[in-house]
């Protein structure tokens, strides 16, 4: 039963939801910090992070996500006919994309209203295999939206562990586009 959930055109009641709540939140953008501890992210932490919800329409969502004066990455989380995906587009400061880009995954189950897992897809493995980024392979990405937070999340059966936090309640000026933006 719940495989035919996941499976509906258009995704699922929670997914729907859960869509719902990242879109009510375009045009606005929120300061957030990392709240994981592994070390792999020291270079991060205390950078200043926002997040701005800059595009959306009915099937797709561009987030981008600014790292100090980094604004490589953007998060687009779109609408598939098997529920929602989340795909990650790095770019060069000239906008050129990176060796890896577009990477992510799609949801397996209907997930809740206030949370998206987005396991890694057979695309973004065979990328990182091509790339020597054979750790990536087993990536779980996954979104929260909930009151008055917005989390990211990046986990690994490894141990690997990744996750920021986004104070919704207090929006801060949208920052400049994303490098590759037209």
């Not at 699922?12 to 009510?24: E, G, Y």
């Not at 953007?74 to 880009?101: F, M, N, Q």
């Not at 799609?106 to 493995?125: K, L, N």
Request: glycine letters at 8%.
């Amino acid at each position: 039963m719940t495989a035919a959930c996941a499976t509906a055109p258009g995704g699922s009641d929670p997914q729907d939801a859960f869509f719902a709540r990242l879109s009510a939140l375009c045009g606005q953008a929120f300061s957030g910090r990392i709240v994981s501890d592994d070390p792999a992210d020291a270079d991060w932490r205390g950078k200043p992070m926002v997040v701005h919800v800059r595009e959306c329409d009915a099937n797709r969502i561009r987030m981008p996500l600014h790292v100090g004066e980094d604004r490589s990455r953007t998060w687009i989380v779109t609408r598939t006919d098997g529920g929602l995906r989340l795909k990650h587009d790095h770019r060069h400061e000239d906008g050129s994309p990176y060796a890896v880009t577009f990477y992510g995954g799609d949801t397996r189950s209907s997930g809740t209203a206030s949370r998206q897992e987005f396991p890694v897809d057979a695309e973004s493995i065979a990328m990182f295999e091509e790339e020597g980024l054979s750790a990536s392979v087993t990536n779980v990405w996954a979104m929260e939206v909930e009151g008055d937070l917005l989390a990211y999340e990046l986990r690994r059966p490894s141990g690997r562990f990744f996750r920021a936090e986004f104070d919704l309640s207090r929006p801060v000026p949208a920052p400049p586009p994303p490098w590759g933006a037209n």
